[in-house]
């Protein structure tokens, strides 16, 4: 499948699966003549036929029954992907503010600060010079919100870090 395109071989398995065009067409939301090009294009790009054209539909051909196995394959390690890429977006962040120290510090001890088994992600952050990062924090009722604001020297706060923790299990 040397320079076969992705979206070819999802195009593909949409026509091979609604047995048409059409079927493609309403799933994909790509017009039918455009699928059709696709499909043909595909074909010459592999040198195989993968589709029996009549007018009640397309049917799968030999190497079509083949390649289609080869892409449920695939679109199973892309959902896996998907899958895995949602889980990063799952866990809360815990957004640390600091200078270039501090973020070496981190990046030094990253693995004492999180264990591969605590339920948040941490986000290092810049913070611009002359920030005083000596904090005030505001009690709020809702537990377990807890914001930390760091104050300018002019006495302007600013929102440095959201940490909200999740209880222990």
């Given at each position: 499948?040397?320079?076969?395109?992705?979206?070819?071989?999802?195009?593909?398995?949409?026509?091979?699966?609604?047995?048409?065009?059409?079927?493609?067409?309403?799933?994909?939301?790509?017009?039918?003549?455009?699928?059709?090009?696709?499909?043909?294009?595909?074909?010459?790009?592999?040198?195989?036929?993968?589709?029996?054209?009549?007018?009640?539909?397309?049917?799968?051909?030999?190497?079509?029954?083949?390649?289609?196995?080869?892409?449920?394959?695939?679109?199973?390690?892309?959902?896996?992907?998907?899958?895995?890429?949602?889980?990063?977006?799952?866990?809360?962040?815990?957004?640390?503010?600091?200078?270039?120290?501090?973020?070496?510090?981190?990046?030094?001890?990253?693995?004492?600060?999180?264990?591969?088994?605590?339920?948040?992600?941490?986000?290092?952050?810049?913070?611009?010079?002359?920030?005083?990062?000596?904090?005030?924090?505001?009690?709020?009722?809702?537990?377990?919100?807890?914001?930390?604001?760091?104050?300018?020297?002019?006495?302007?706060a600013s929102r440095c870090a959201t940490a909200s923790m999740a209880p222990s299990r």
């Amino acid at each position: 499948m040397l320079g076969a395109d992705w979206n070819d071989l999802d195009l593909f398995f949409h026509v091979a699966t609604q047995g048409g065009l059409t079927g493609a067409a309403i799933a994909t939301g790509v017009s039918a003549p455009t699928i059709g090009r696709r499909m043909l294009g595909l074909e010459r790009q592999l040198g195989r036929t993968l589709f029996i054209r009549s007018p009640q539909g397309y049917r799968l051909a030999h190497d079509g029954a083949v390649l289609l196995d080869h892409v449920r394959v695939m679109r199973r390690a892309a959902d896996s992907i998907v899958e895995w890429q949602r889980g990063a977006f799952a866990l809360p962040i815990v957004s640390i503010a600091g200078d270039a120290w501090i973020a070496g510090f981190l990046a030094d001890h990253a693995q004492a600060i999180r264990g591969q088994d605590d339920a948040f992600r941490i986000c290092c952050k810049s913070a611009h010079t002359g920030l005083d990062l000596t904090f005030a924090r505001r009690m709020w009722r809702s537990w377990p919100s807890d914001p930390i604001t760091a104050t300018s020297p002019s006495g302007r706060a600013s929102r440095c870090a959201t940490a909200s923790m999740a209880p222990s299990r």
